[in-house]
């Protein structure tokens, strides 16, 4: 991948107080871009914050409601003095068999994973158009490979797909970008809270899958994060979804694939 340098970058990130939007942060502020992360928890928010330094600002708020949409956008600008990019990252995970699902837990995720970021991002079109500016969504190896138990979460990230195209259709004329990164199996607190998993089952469970992976191993938040800051900078390319996925969603078995030691 070549990039374009981030100097100078405004960049609104969701989800930032932990997992793949935390490491997208920190990756892009590196690289000196100035970046706004936002989530529900304000002592999670404040350490990244703490961890990445003055380049990075955080804003206490939930993607579901519509005040706080709103100051995450202000703040975001106030920080960076306009907005070049969205990452929308915030999201949770349902599992479940389908018998036992909850409809108001399963409408919930949907507010969360999809309405809540596409109402964000009509509410940065105008900022965004400014400089044309990018979006960037995180989908999931779960629409190119199917697992049990993980249905409302599959669904909304199908969603997340159809959104990209139809908004990279929708924006292009403004010249706003809008992609999509499909991350595979990285081990990040959400998935850790979903299966009610303790750090170490977290990681047993994760190296487990490495034999799935064509590349014989999980990934890292470093790797999903480079794949955003392309995203961010890759200025004939829209409506693309990228998977980052180390040869997950090619389906491989234990016994087809030949994993590395």
């Known amino acids: 991948m070549s990039l374009r340098?981030?100097?100078?970058?405004?960049?609104?990130?969701?989800?930032?107080?932990?997992?793949?939007?935390?490491?997208?942060?920190?990756?892009?502020?590196?690289?000196?871009?100035?970046?706004?992360?936002?989530?529900?928890?304000?002592?999670a928010l404040r350490a990244v914050v703490a961890s990445i330094g003055a380049n990075c600002a955080g804003v206490?708020?939930?993607?579901?409601?519509?005040?706080?949409r709103q100051r995450m956008l202000e703040t975001a600008i106030a920080h960076g003095g306009r907005l070049d990019g969205l990452v929308n990252n915030a999201g949770n995970m349902l599992r479940g068999e389908l018998a036992s699902l909850n409809e108001r837990s399963v409408l919930e995720l949907f507010h969360t994973n999809v309405v809540g970021a596409m109402m964000l991002t009509g509410l940065c079109v105008p900022a965004l158009a400014e400089r044309r500016g990018?979006?960037?969504?995180?989908?999931?190896?779960?629409?190119?490979?199917?697992?049990?138990?993980?249905?409302?979460y599959a669904a909304t990230k199908g969603?997340?797909?159809?959104?990209?195209?139809?908004?990279?259709?929708?924006?292009?004329?403004?010249?706003?970008?809008?992609?999509?990164?499909?991350?595979?199996?990285?081990?990040?607190?959400i998935n850790q809270r979903a299966g009610l998993m303790t750090d170490e089952q977290a990681?047993?469970?994760?190296?487990?899958?490495?034999v799935l992976h064509a590349l014989g191993r999980t990934g890292t938040e470093e790797e999903i994060a480079e794949a955003i800051a392309y995203l961010l900078t890759a200025e004939w390319t829209t409506g693309a979804i990228l998977d980052v996925d180390g040869g997950l969603g090619l389906g491989l078995t234990e016994e087809l694939g030949t994993p590395s030691a």
Request: include cysteine; hydrophobic fraction near 40%; charge should be positive.
């Open 5 to 43: 340098s981030l100097d100078g970058y405004s960049v609104l990130v969701t989800g930032g107080g932990s997992g793949l939007g935390a490491g997208a942060a920190r990756y892009l502020a590196a690289r000196g871009a100035r970046v706004t992360i936002c989530g529900r928890r304000e002592q």
């Open 60 to 68: 206490v708020g939930d993607v579901t409601v519509a005040g706080d």
């Open 134 to 152: 990018a979006v960037v969504f995180l989908g999931s190896i779960h629409n190119r490979r199917a697992f049990p138990c993980v249905s409302p």
């Open 159 to 189: 969603a997340i797909e159809s959104l990209t195209r139809s908004l990279a259709a929708e924006l292009g004329a403004q010249g706003i970008r809008v992609n999509c990164v499909a991350p595979g199996a990285v081990l990040t607190e």
């Open 203 to 210: 990681r047993e469970r994760l190296d487990r899958m490495r």
